[in-house]
């Protein structure tokens, strides 16, 4: 009975297996569609972070959980739920000991994320994937660039040098642009030569021109307590496991000594 809720657990109600991949199926395929399986060393000369390598992540990681957890409770396999419990509870460990971190050292960690974002500004036409995840964000969060517009002079076809060819020169992408709830069709060229002339307060007309990271930290404490119930759902699910991998482990342990 043990094994059953246990592997119920483990696998989910569409099981963790097929879900991880599922994930595996989606990255490798992305890759396929943007070449990289046919040109490995794509994947080193991507200078910002291919969204497909979250996928792939986490696609391994709960497949590989899902067939340790499924599997060794199914055969009480003891090394396998060993295994499965160890690497509940170091993540448990990772995500906790990131909290705190978080928390402490908050200056720090909002240098990183925006060195981060601006890293990405510069590699942002050098992968779709890249490309539509920064879109999504400034779209979603009202934003453009980590700070401020002119950030985007970071990237190679929007910055505003004499040397600078590009048709984008000085200006920023769609995804910063105010758009009119009316419009049904997408103008792609509507950040062309924005920051051409005037400054960042007379672009609010046309741009937004709020940064991505103040966004972030408007966002933060406006949903700090579904943040905190996420995280709090998710340790408890862990926690669970954890919990019912070890008594299974005991009980597979006791059978086996009084066997013996």
């Not at 291919?50 to 599997?71: H, N, R, S």
């Not at 005037?198 to 933060?220: D, F, R, S």
């Amino acid at each position: 009975r043990i094994a059953a809720v246990v592997c119920g657990v483990f696998y989910g109600k569409h099981g963790r297996i097929l879900t991880g991949t599922a994930f595996i199926a989606i990255g490798f395929w992305a890759w396929s569609e943007k070449g990289v399986l046919s040109d490995l060393t794509q994947v080193t000369r991507l200078h910002g972070f291919d969204p497909v390598w979250g996928v792939l992540v986490v696609g391994t990681v709960t497949f590989i959980l899902g067939f340790a957890g499924c599997v060794g409770a199914l055969r009480e396999n003891i090394c396998l739920l060993k295994f499965f419990s160890g690497v509940i509870g170091f993540i448990f460990f990772l995500e906790l000991t990131a909290a705190v971190l978080a928390f402490v050292f908050q200056g720090q960690v909002r240098e990183w994320i925006n060195d981060f974002f601006l890293a990405n500004v510069k590699a942002y036409r050098e992968d779709i994937d890249l490309q539509n995840l920064i879109d999504s964000l400034q779209k979603l969060n009202h934003c453009c660039g980590a700070k401020e517009p002119n950030d985007w002079n970071l990237n190679v076809y929007f910055n505003c040098s004499n040397e600078n060819p590009s048709r984008e020169k000085c200006g920023v992408p769609f995804s910063c642009c105010i758009s009119d709830p009316a419009d049904t069709v997408v103008n792609t060229q509507c950040g062309y030569d924005v920051r051409r002339s005037g400054t960042p307060a007379q672009w609010g007309n046309t741009i937004y021109v709020k940064g991505c990271m103040m966004a972030l930290e408007e966002w933060l404490p406006r949903n700090l307590y579904i943040v905190a119930g996420v995280f709090i759902v998710i340790s408890l699910l862990q926690m669970v496991g954890i919990f019912l991998a070890r008594t299974l482990i005991g009980d597979i342990e006791k059978v086996k000594f009084n066997y013996y």
